[in-house]
């Protein structure tokens, strides 16, 4: 069964960390860009950061979380990470993974929750 499944949303205090995972199966995985996208209340789904294929580790971030978070991928383990630094109440959103090759896969998300 192809499919994504994310972890690791939760409630934190502004300026705290989280580390979130996309765990994915029945495809090719090394061969797809894999993304991370966020959906706050009201609003659009907008695209936070992407790494590349093929092991060029090549990655890019929004404006608004540069400097912030990090995405990485670990093939082996067909495992896309979201480390989140320096968290704000605007990071509040359901945050979703979507791989993108041959086919397009989307994940069913999760919650994170910025708030003191």
């Known amino acids: 069964q192809v499919q994504l499944v994310e972890s690791g949303g939760n409630l934190v205090q502004p300026g705290g960390s989280l580390r979130l995972s996309c765990a994915a199966s029945?495809?090719?995985?090394?061969?797809?860009?894999v993304s991370w996208y966020r959906q706050a209340p009201g609003k659009e789904r907008e695209l936070v950061a992407t790494?590349?294929?093929?092991?060029?580790?090549?990655?890019s971030y929004a404006d608004s979380v540069k400097g912030r978070f990090t995405i990485s991928r670990e093939n082996a383990n067909h495992t896309v990470y979201l480390q989140m630094n320096s968290l704000k109440p605007e990071d509040t959103a359901v945050y979703y993974c979507?791989?993108?090759?041959?086919?397009?896969?989307w994940g069913q998300g999760t919650q994170v929750t910025v708030s003191s």
């Open positions: 979507h791989a993108q090759g041959l086919r397009i896969v």
């Open positions: 790494i590349f294929s093929f092991g060029s580790g090549r990655t």
């Open positions: 029945g495809f090719t995985f090394s061969s797809y860009a």
